[in-house]
């Protein structure tokens, strides 16, 4: 068990160091090839901290651990909004000036509730996955055109989260060392039966086995182990970028982030092969919903943050311990259920 926990922790390091390389390298590239450093920032907002996520649920996929995936791409975005978002506001007061953001979360809102909704059946087929990322391409594309319109000040944090060197071969560099770290750490990650690493048996190590030995099951891996596991190094990012006074990039990348999770991930999961929703039975009646009481639960947190971005647009202390609070019990609460 120890080992299988620090293979699990050696691939969460892995994950973070290859994907802040795959970001720099392909910043550096799209600069190169002529997109503007604006331009390439929107873009990395939208899916550079989903890089962790994206790879542990492509080799989860692959690996025949849909289940897992499924409950890692709805629990980052319950951790993104609670954890992450909690604990920056609790190390500095978030300033949000951009207003694009607002209607992003509403896309979010509206994605989850279209996963709930297309999904009542207890399966998103490739037909609805496809429809997921066509919604996000039309999110990007308004993201781009309307933040064009945003304040000076705005417009020049995003760019400088773009700034790197453009020189081609040490971006093709860092790309590819990117990759490979990656791919090592989400093998590490996910582990479990028939999967193998430098001719290195991980059946016995890995998130599922160790979501198996504390009784959880694989959906519940997913939301709670792997999706925090993920998400620490985007909360040592947003707290110190909350200390700088960067609120608008702090939000850019929870919302965005969790944009990408529920139309892309979860999306483009379906969109390969139709994606069965595990199903649970709510309330006296047993009416059954997919994924209950977790997709509930990230609509509930997305819907937190409207009163945010359309009140003061500031995310205070107070309210990032909320934030932190409501996390910390909706964590509680998923594992009373599984100690049933």
Known sequence: MLTAIGLFVLGLVLLMLGGDSIVKGAAGLAQRLGLTAFTTGLVL???????PELAV????????QDE?????AVGSNVANIGLTLGAAAIAAPIIVRWRALSPLLLVLVLGTIAVLALGADGTLSRIEGLVLLVAFVAALAFAIVRSRREVPEVRSEIEQFAQTSTVLGLNLVRFAIGIVLVSIGSLLVVGGPGVHLFGMDLSGSGAGVIGEAIGLSPVLTGLLPVAIGTALPEVAAAIAAARRGQGDMVMGHVIGASVFNILVIVG???ACCDLALPMTLMGPSQFALPL???LLAALAFALMLYPLLRGDTRVSKGEGVLLLVAYAAWVVFELMLAGK
């Open 292 to 294: 209950g009481y977790e």
């Open 268 to 270: 483009g999961m379906a």
């Open 68 to 72: 897992l995936a499924l409950g890692n």
């Open 45 to 51: 907002v939208a899916f550079a901290t989903s890089l």
């Open 57 to 64: 649920n492509l080799v989860a996929i692959l690996h025949g």
